[in-house]
């Protein structure tokens, strides 16, 4: 029997290095979880410090995405945010 849909939160901090490249990443990762969820929020809670440096980085740009989906999608966020370059930390947990 197929798990029905679950309430997901996703925050992302993206490279605040990348400047043009850092929208574009937004948008990417925006349109992923548009097309492969429901009911998804975003909230960009821009540049911010970092507790600690993260490869050099001291700052990083915060984005919270809260969505709806079978358990399967975020698996595949996971892995696909975990290749990306630019992506310096991400955690996806069940809301």
């Known amino acids: ?3 029905i849909n679950e309430k997901y939160e ?3 901090v993206f490279s605040a290095k990348l400047e043009d490249e850092g929208a574009a990443l937004i948008e990417k990762f925006d349109g992923m979880i548009k097309d492969n969820a429901e ?4 909230n960009n809670w821009g540049k911010r410090k970092l507790a600690y440096a993260i490869n050099y980085e001291t700052e990083g740009t915060y984005v919270l995405w809260t969505f709806t989906a079978k358990p399967e999608f975020p ?3 996971e892995r696909v945010l975990g290749i990306t ?5 991400f955690l996806v947990t069940v809301k």
Do not use: N, T
Request: proline letters at 0%; glycine letters at 6%; a negative charge.
């Open 75 to 77: 698996a595949e966020l």
């Open 1 to 3: 029997m197929a798990k």
């Open 10 to 12: 996703a925050m992302i």
């Open 85 to 89: 370059d630019g992506v310096i930390r």
């Open 39 to 42: 009911e998804v929020e975003m």
